[in-house]
């Protein structure tokens, strides 16, 4: 498939930064991190780069905990969890704009996976 680097629409590029800006925000207050971010944060950031690279609705994506698909293995779904209920409450101060926006996503349906088989 059209898996390589830079391949992905507006819409996975925008959850990467919303991810990114959560990380900096869980990682600076409860590791000391922030640019760069620790080690362990860095990787889990990176892995879910890598998720949403590979997301099968791609621009229909909707909320990761709303999604059916669990693409995450369990131990890193957890620590995003973790990072989202910590970093969740405070976007909405610091990246007021990219945190409307997740809240928009919340509310769209969760399209069935047939989309995958577009070709
Ligand atoms: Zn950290």
């Known amino acids: 498939m059209s898996g390589g680097k830079g391949a992905v629409g507006p819409r996975i590029r925008r959850e990467r930064r919303t991810m990114a800006a959560m990380m900096r925000i869980y990682c600076r207050d409860q590791h000391g991190g922030d640019e760069p971010l620790c080690e362990e944060c860095a990787a889990l950031l990176d892995y879910a780069h890598r998720r949403l690279g590979s997301c099968p609705f791609q621009e229909l994506?909707?909320?990761?905990?709303?999604?059916?698909?669990?693409?995450?293995?369990?131990a890193r779904r957890e620590r995003v969890k973790a990072v989202m209920r910590y970093a969740g409450?405070?976007?909405l101060w610091r990246h007021p704009w990219l945190s409307l926006w997740h809240l928009h996503d919340k509310r769209r349906r969760v399209?069935?996976?047939?989309?995958r088989r577009r070709s």
Request: net charge positive.
């Open 89 to 91: 409450p405070r976007m």
């Open 61 to 74: 994506k909707p909320a990761c905990s709303h999604c059916e698909v669990h693409c995450y293995s369990a």
């Open 111 to 115: 399209p069935r996976l047939e989309v």
